[in-house]
């Protein structure tokens, strides 16, 4: 099983915004998302200047069903 590598909030959030998850909210510095289809919601914590580690970047992948492949082989403009 590959590693998931650390990424910062903004890459994440595009991934996200791909596999059609909508900005709900913000509360403080974490974003929800969710999917219109699927009624999924997601978490995202974005703080200036840090990446996230690679437990929590599994984590919201997992829960919002999106494949590690995806990291690994879309290569995600800043």
Same mark, same amino acid.
């Given at each position: &099983?590959?590693?998931?590598?650390?990424?910062?909030?903004? =890459?994440?959030?595009? /991934?996200? =915004?791909?596999?059609?998850?909508?900005?709900?909210?913000?509360?403080? *510095?974490?974003?929800?998302?969710?999917?219109?289809?699927?009624?999924? &919601?997601? *978490?995202?914590?974005?703080?200036?200047?840090?990446?996230?580690?690679?437990?929590?970047?599994?984590? /919201?992948?997992?829960?919002?069903?999106?494949?590690?492949?995806?990291?690994?082989?879309?290569?995600?403009?800043?």
């Amino acid at each position: &099983m590959p590693k998931y590598p650390i990424i910062n909030a903004r =890459k994440l959030v595009k /991934i996200l =915004k791909i596999y059609d998850f909508v900005l709900i909210h913000t509360r403080g *510095s974490h974003h929800v998302f969710r999917n219109s289809k699927s009624k999924k &919601m997601v *978490s995202v914590p974005v703080h200036k200047g840090k990446d996230l580690g690679r437990g929590i970047t599994k984590a /919201i992948l997992q829960d919002a069903d999106i494949p590690i492949d995806v990291l690994l082989k879309k290569k995600i403009k800043k």
